[in-house]
């Protein structure tokens, strides 16, 4: 089961995707992924442990080259681009990589030193800025040796935001975090989108990704098993009207003499599902017929929900 | 594409790694064989005895020794292997030679007037005078030496030329000695590179008997004509050196009663060692022989008999020493005499 | 958050950081590195210990034999059999470890990941790591002949200002320092051979330990292989067979032979280890 929406043709895309496919000996760690991140999206990469998603972004930042297929960054082709395009792309992948020895600030210059688009004289500003945003302004020429695992998450963050960028992916950004901590990181997703960045975020935790991203893309096994924006996505999979009552029976007869599918489900409270029907149509309907309503309202559920039977369903 | 480029490119610095160092490692070893206008033995072995002094030369000798003998502690380059000399010749007597170890250095001056010698172990340094002479006997010019071996084994030898060589960068001609059938030696042949254009010997081979290698080669590895900075040929002690003034020497020990029986390869020279010498008292740079070789005895006495690829030795327990590049039984047939 | 620059200007914006910044931020690294400076510190050590040693055997004794008995009394010597004595061992050893924490260290830190993404292109990244390599090197050699000297001169100045060779000259200060310049020259040369081999293994394995390990057991094998006297067609091939040449700068007049073999064979070597350095660094996941 696939749910594919696909983006609007000409829509600007900050990463496209063809085809892609990557093979680790007898492995198949991305098999034919097809994926367009429109430009200033805030994606979601979700997917259980092994689905792919970290091979995914490697692939996509051209850290590894791919078996077979295509990755574009910002129009340009991975890896072979990646002079051009990598200055305009934060990143934190597989989780934050610093030196023990060198304190936060220390490792934060060496990076800084290496970004192309940071002019010397302003590194040091920059530095401190990043260590500002992320909360590690005082524990910023502690050792990293010393760094507790948030702060080291806080760290790797600060290190893909020294300068403004138009694409920033954060793999797992909020593993080992807080929940102060996790809500920081919405807070810089959602400062990073309003900037017009597009973000890339993969996460196992699925509220923050509904609560942060406008678009997502499901991985299971190597395998993109749905993708698109999210609030699309959410009403392709809406289960219909629910309507909560104890005359369950005379209200599914009472549908269905009326043309309308209709079905049981006592799951939460005892009521009927209407998988296509107007609510004002149905409610009528119901109360002219003498069903006592108690309440009715579209079935939209949690994207936890979502993820949970897409994943099933593939397996 | 860059990366493809790039790659090649790499590929090729690291080809280019691998060639130089097998150049390196072969540099130096085979030449051709040089163009040279033919020659007679007997012209060649002529020109040798008769050849013109070269004038100063600087070189590098380097003597490859497997004659099998064990190390001794005074005699490093007696030990199979390879040691290397710097010499410096400026005429007139004068002269620098520099034998090398990996941790030091002996050096030899001749300033015309006074030898030193300066070894840089103990910073020792022994200084006699020059002229008069007592060993005269044994030629300090090796070019010398080796044009009066081949005088002396010319009578008892088939000589050939074997085409050329390059020796220390020179064309040579390959002068190649062997013994006539009837000569009881140890020796199979004799090679001697000699200069094309100086007709000195550049290098000389020796080859024993069953074995395919040679048993002893000393030649230049680097040689080079023409005048030497005067500085060479002088030698101030440094300072913390020890100069001591070498013992002169007991006339009986310079002139040591030394009988030659036989002629040409066979030849076997027998000296007698002076009455109470013994190893102890024979000074630093004799060898201490009493300890290598197999005892031996017979009709002649008892000894030790020291063997070698290319000739034998017995010290005998009267002290005499009878040695040559022959087998066991010719030297103590010798003895017996 | 500032304005963004737009896709077309991509092209034109920087795609790499200054080389001199890139060299700065990586020399940086490496000397602020604990264990650099523990291998200096112990490289530093080896002059005093060596004179140290000479003085108090030299009170009892007359000169020893050998190579550290040409120190008695002569401390311009020091410098130069220091050297020597610690290219058998040591300075590999310190080079081999800068070379195994310049890719296999950082993969493990994960840090060479964030090198490839600032990004830092793949050659660049090898002619940086090379340089840190490099500067290991000339560091630790330069510790040992600016140790050896002051040692030299303090604790066995007996011939002060001077320096007696091996082969019974005297050479004023000028000639030995010159003397002493060619030998670290040199050994830096030799270094950089092992260390370019070192960046090759360095660069092909994921653990620093494997580096280290297959440096000083190529040492090892190299030192057994040249002691084989069958095998001694192949020593114009071993890289250590010409390390003593540095004892020549001792000789007067001084042969050049040993040190211009030595240097071109380890020039082969450099070539060949960065080429394949730079063949894996170009293929290499991060």
Same mark, same amino acid.
């Given at each position: 089961?696939?749910?594919?929406?696909?983006?609007?043709?000409?829509?600007?895309?900050?990463?496209?995707?063809?085809?892609?496919?990557?093979?680790?000996?007898?492995?198949?760690?991305?098999?034919?992924?097809?994926?367009?991140?429109?430009?200033?999206?805030?994606?979601?990469?979700?997917?259980?442990?092994?689905?792919?998603?970290?091979?995914?972004?490697?692939?996509?930042?051209?850290?590894?080259?791919?078996?077979?297929?295509?990755?574009?960054?910002?129009?340009?082709?991975?890896?072979?681009?990646?002079?051009?395009?990598?200055?305009?792309?934060?990143?934190?992948?597989?989780?934050?990589?610093?030196?023990?020895?060198?304190?936060?600030?220390?490792?934060?210059?060496?990076?800084?030193?290496?970004?192309?688009?940071?002019?010397?004289?302003?590194?040091?500003?920059?530095?401190?800025?990043?260590?500002?945003?992320?909360?590690?302004?005082?524990?910023?020429?502690?050792?990293?040796?010393?760094?507790?695992?948030?702060?080291?998450?806080?760290?790797?963050?600060?290190?893909?935001?020294?300068?403004?960028?138009?694409?920033?992916?954060?793999?797992?950004?909020?593993?080992?975090?807080?929940?102060?901590?996790?809500?920081?990181?919405?807070?810089?997703?959602?400062?990073?989108?309003?900037?017009?960045?597009?973000?890339?975020?993969?996460?196992?935790?699925?509220?923050?990704?509904?609560?942060?991203?406008?678009?997502?893309?499901?991985?299971?096994?190597?395998?993109?098993?749905?993708?698109?924006?999210?609030?699309?996505?959410?009403?392709?999979?809406?289960?219909?009207?629910?309507?909560?009552?104890?005359?369950?029976?005379?209200?599914?007869?009472?549908?269905?003499?009326?043309?309308?599918?209709?079905?049981?489900?006592?799951?939460?409270?005892?009521?009927?599902?209407?998988?296509?029907?107007?609510?004002?149509?149905?409610?009528?309907?119901?109360?002219?017929?003498?069903?006592?309503?108690?309440?009715?309202?579209?079935?939209?559920?949690?994207?936890?929900?979502?993820?949970?039977?897409?994943?099933?369903?593939?397996? | 594409?860059?990366?493809?480029?790039?790659?090649?490119?790499?590929?090729?610095?690291?080809?280019?790694?691998?060639?130089?160092?097998?150049?390196?490692?072969?540099?130096?070893?085979?030449?051709?064989?040089?163009?040279?206008?033919?020659?007679?033995?007997?012209?060649?072995?002529?020109?040798?005895?008769?050849?013109?002094?070269?004038?100063?030369?600087?070189?590098?000798?380097?003597?490859?020794?497997?004659?099998?003998?064990?190390?001794?502690?005074?005699?490093?380059?007696?030990?199979?292997?390879?040691?290397?000399?710097?010499?410096?010749?400026?005429?007139?007597?004068?002269?620098?030679?520099?034998?090398?170890?990996?941790?030091?250095?002996?050096?030899?001056?001749?300033?015309?007037?006074?030898?030193?010698?300066?070894?840089?172990?103990?910073?020792?340094?022994?200084?006699?005078?020059?002229?008069?002479?007592?060993?005269?006997?044994?030629?300090?010019?090796?070019?010398?030496?080796?044009?009066?071996?081949?005088?002396?084994?010319?009578?008892?030898?088939?000589?050939?030329?074997?085409?050329?060589?390059?020796?220390?960068?020179?064309?040579?001609?390959?002068?190649?000695?062997?013994?006539?059938?009837?000569?009881?030696?140890?020796?199979?042949?004799?090679?001697?590179?000699?200069?094309?254009?100086?007709?000195?010997?550049?290098?000389?081979?020796?080859?024993?008997?069953?074995?395919?290698?040679?048993?002893?080669?000393? +030649?230049? &590895?680097?040689? $080079?004509? %023409? *005048?030497?900075? @005067?500085? =060479?040929?002088?030698?101030?002690? !440094?300072?913390?050196? /020890?100069?001591?003034?070498?013992?002169?020497?007991?006339?009986?020990?310079?002139?040591?009663?030394?009988?030659?029986?036989?002629?040409?390869?066979?030849?076997?020279?027998?000296?007698?060692?002076?009455? +109470?010498? &013994?190893?102890? $008292?024979? %000074? *630093?740079?004799? @060898?201490? =022989?009493?300890?290598?070789?197999? !005892?031996?005895?017979? /009709?002649?006495?008892?000894?030790?008999?020291?063997?070698?690829?290319?000739?034998?030795?017995?010290?005998?327990?009267?002290?005499?020493?009878?040695?040559?590049?022959?087998?066991?039984?010719?030297?103590?047939?010798?003895?017996?005499? | 958050?500032?304005?963004?620059?737009?896709?077309?200007?991509?092209?034109?914006?920087?795609?790499?950081?200054?080389?001199?910044?890139?060299?700065?931020?990586?020399?940086?690294?490496?000397?602020?590195?604990?264990?650099?400076?523990?291998?200096?510190?112990?490289?530093?050590?080896?002059?005093?210990?060596?004179?140290?040693?000479?003085?108090?055997?030299?009170?009892?004794?007359?000169?020893?034999?050998?190579?550290?008995?040409?120190?008695?009394?002569?401390?311009?010597?020091?410098?130069?059999?220091?050297?020597?004595?610690?290219?058998?061992?040591?300075?590999?050893?310190?080079?081999?470890?800068?070379?195994?924490?310049?890719?296999?260290?950082?993969?493990?830190?994960?840090?060479?990941?964030?090198?490839?993404?600032?990004?830092?292109?793949?050659?660049?990244?090898?002619?940086?790591?090379?340089?840190?390599?490099?500067?290991?090197?000339?560091?630790?050699?330069?510790?040992?002949?600016?140790?050896?000297?002051?040692?030299?001169?303090?604790?066995?100045?007996?011939?002060?200002?001077?320096?007696?060779?091996?082969?019974?000259?005297?050479?004023?200060?000028?000639?030995?320092?010159?003397?002493?310049?060619?030998?670290?020259?040199?050994?830096?040369?030799?270094?950089?051979?092992?260390?370019?081999?070192?960046?090759?293994?360095?660069?092909?394995?994921?653990?620093?330990?494997?580096?280290?390990?297959?440096?000083?057991?190529?040492?090892?094998?190299?030192?057994?292989?040249?002691?084989?006297?069958?095998?001694?067609?192949?020593?114009?091939?071993?890289?250590?067979?010409?390390?003593?040449?540095?004892?020549?700068?001792?000789?007067?007049?001084?042969?050049?032979?040993?040190?211009?073999?030595?240097?071109?064979?380890?020039?082969?070597?450099?070539?060949?280890?960065?080429?394949?350095?730079?063949?894996?660094?170009?293929?290499?996941?991060?």
């Amino acid at each position: 089961m696939t749910f594919a929406v696909a983006a609007d043709p000409g829509t600007a895309v900050a990463a496209r995707v063809r085809g892609l496919c990557k093979v680790f000996g007898a492995t198949v760690a991305v098999e034919d992924v097809d994926l367009d991140i429109p430009d200033g999206a805030v994606l979601g990469m979700l997917g259980p442990n092994g689905s792919g998603k970290t091979t995914l972004i490697r692939l996509l930042l051209g850290l590894t080259r791919p078996s077979a297929g295509t990755a574009e960054l910002l129009n340009h082709p991975m890896p072979t681009g990646a002079a051009v395009v990598l200055p305009h792309v934060g990143a934190l992948v597989e989780g934050p990589g610093f030196h023990p020895f060198l304190s936060g600030r220390e490792n934060l210059r060496r990076v800084a030193a290496t970004e192309p688009l940071l002019p010397t004289r302003a590194i040091p500003a920059a530095v401190d800025a990043a260590l500002e945003r992320v909360g590690l302004g005082n524990a910023a020429d502690r050792r990293f040796r010393g760094y507790s695992l948030g702060m080291k998450q806080r760290l790797g963050l600060a290190g893909a935001l020294l300068l403004p960028r138009r694409l920033v992916i954060l793999d797992e950004p909020t593993n080992g975090l807080d929940p102060a901590g996790t809500r920081d990181v919405r807070r810089i997703i959602a400062e990073l989108h309003a900037g017009g960045a597009t973000v890339v975020v993969s996460s196992h935790l699925l509220t923050e990704v509904e609560a942060t991203c406008t678009h997502v893309a499901v991985l299971q096994s190597g395998s993109l098993i749905a993708e698109g924006e999210l609030r699309r996505l959410l009403d392709a999979d809406a289960t219909g009207l629910v309507v909560t009552t104890p005359d369950t029976d005379l209200a599914v007869a009472t549908l269905r003499a009326a043309g309308l599918d209709a079905y049981r489900d006592d799951a939460d409270e005892p009521g009927v599902v209407v998988p296509a029907g107007d609510a004002p149509g149905v409610i009528a309907l119901l109360v002219r017929a003498g069903v006592a309503v108690h309440e009715a309202r579209r079935g939209r559920p949690r994207l936890e929900e979502l993820f949970a039977r897409l994943t099933e369903t593939a397996t | 594409m860059a990366v493809r480029r790039t790659a090649r490119i790499a590929a090729t610095i690291g080809i280019v790694g691998a060639v130089g160092l097998g150049l390196v490692a072969v540099a130096g070893g085979a030449y051709a064989q040089p163009q040279l206008p033919p020659v007679t033995p007997e012209d060649l072995v002529n020109s040798v005895l008769t050849h013109a002094d070269p004038g100063p030369f600087n070189g590098t000798v380097e003597l490859d020794n497997d004659l099998g003998l064990p190390a001794l502690p005074q005699m490093p380059q007696a030990a199979n292997g390879t040691s290397t000399a710097r010499v410096w010749s400026g005429g007139n007597h004068l002269g620098r030679v520099a034998l090398p170890t990996d941790t030091g250095e002996r050096t030899l001056v001749s300033d015309g007037t006074t030898r030193w010698a300066w070894n840089s172990d103990d910073r020792t340094v022994v200084k006699r005078p020059a002229g008069a002479q007592a060993d005269r006997a044994a030629p300090t010019d090796p070019a010398a030496a080796v044009a009066q071996a081949i005088a002396e084994l010319r009578a008892t030898s088939t000589v050939a030329v074997d085409g050329t060589a390059t020796v220390a960068g020179r064309g040579a001609y390959e002068l190649v000695l062997t013994p006539a059938p009837t000569e009881r030696t140890l020796l199979r042949e004799v090679r001697v590179a000699v200069d094309a254009e100086k007709r000195i010997p550049l290098r000389l081979t020796v080859l024993a008997t069953g074995s395919s290698g040679p048993a002893v080669q000393v +030649g230049f &590895t680097a040689l $080079t004509f %023409g *005048p030497q900075d @005067p500085a =060479l040929f002088t030698f101030t002690p !440094p300072p913390g050196a /020890t100069v001591t003034d070498a013992p002169a020497k007991d006339p009986t020990t310079q002139h040591q009663d030394t009988t030659t029986v036989g002629d040409g390869w066979d030849t076997v020279k027998i000296m007698r060692r002076p009455a +109470g010498t &013994t190893t102890a $008292t024979a %000074g *630093p740079n004799t @060898p201490d =022989l009493s300890a290598i070789g197999t !005892p031996v005895s017979g /009709t002649w006495g008892s000894g030790r008999l020291i063997t070698t690829a290319v000739g034998s030795a017995i010290v005998t327990d009267d002290g005499r020493i009878a040695a040559g590049a022959v087998p066991a039984p010719v030297l103590t047939d010798a003895l017996s005499r | 958050m500032s304005a963004l620059p737009d896709t077309g200007s991509l092209r034109d914006a920087p795609r790499t950081a200054p080389l001199r910044r890139l060299l700065g931020a990586e020399v940086r690294w490496v000397l602020r590195r604990p264990r650099t400076l523990v291998i200096l510190g112990l490289l530093a050590l080896i002059p005093v210990l060596i004179a140290v040693g000479v003085t108090v055997a030299g009170r009892r004794a007359g000169p020893g034999r050998g190579l550290i008995g040409a120190v008695a009394g002569n401390g311009l010597v020091l410098p130069i059999v220091a050297v020597t004595v610690s290219l058998a061992l040591l300075l590999p050893l310190a080079v081999a470890m800068a070379a195994a924490d310049a890719i296999a260290g950082e993969t493990a830190c994960g840090t060479l990941r964030g090198l490839l993404l600032a990004p830092v292109s793949r050659l660049r990244l090898v002619g940086m790591k090379a340089f840190g390599v490099l500067v290991v090197a000339a560091a630790a050699v330069l510790v040992l002949a600016v140790v050896g000297m002051l040692a030299g001169l303090l604790v066995v100045g007996e011939t002060g200002w001077q320096l007696v060779t091996l082969s019974g000259t005297t050479l004023g200060i000028g000639q030995a320092l010159a003397r002493i310049a060619l030998v670290v020259v040199w050994a830096v040369g030799q270094l950089a051979a092992v260390g370019a081999v070192a960046l090759a293994v360095s660069a092909w394995t994921e653990h620093p330990l494997v580096v280290l390990a297959a440096v000083l057991g190529g040492l090892i094998v190299f030192g057994v292989l040249g002691a084989i006297p069958t095998l001694e067609w192949l020593q114009p091939y071993l890289l250590t067979s010409g390390w003593s040449a540095a004892v020549d700068a001792l000789r007067d007049p001084m042969p050049l032979t040993g040190m211009w073999d030595a240097t071109w064979r380890a020039l082969c070597y450099l070539a060949v280890g960065l080429s394949a350095t730079i063949a894996r660094m170009l293929r290499r996941d991060a």
